[in-house]
Nanobody
Framework: VHLEESGGGLVQPGGSLRLSCVVS????????MSWYRQAPGKEREFVARISLNSYIRNYVNSVKGRFTIDRANAENTVYLQMNSLKPEDTAVYYC????????WGQGTQVTVSS
């Protein structure tokens, strides 16, 4: 199993980023998928989850209305569109199945700072 996250970077408050997670080793269409993040000195936390058919999407309260999770099963890829970014969104972002398996990627660093 390999999960490769990308799309992170340095962005000013109020800016946007689109994260991608390309999966190999399993077929994403058979699993609910999710995004997590880990800020410095904090535990990894759940950010968003998407159901098999994309009809159900759940978010942690702090990102509701700003982040959107999506999936492209034909590409075995999961996305996280992040708008109106805040400094408190600074973290390493990871994708995984939902519930998460023991297999984690390297993550992608998102830094929100002026």
């Amino acid at each position: 199993v390999h999960l490769e996250e990308s799309g992170g970077g340095l962005v000013q408050p109020g800016g946007s980023l689109r994260l991608s997670c390309v999966v190999s080793g399993f077929t994403t269409s058979r699993y609910e998928m999710s995004w997590y993040r880990q800020a410095p000195g904090k535990e990894r936390e759940f950010v968003a989850r998407i159901s098999l058919n994309s009809y159900i999407r759940n978010y942690v309260n702090s990102v509701k209305g700003r982040f959107t999770i999506d999936r492209a099963n034909a590409e075995n890829t999961v996305y996280l569109q992040m708008n109106s970014l805040k400094p408190e969104d600074t973290a390493v972002y990871y994708c995984n199945k939902y519930p998460p398996s023991v297999d984690w990627g390297q993550g992608t660093q998102v830094t929100v700072s002026s």
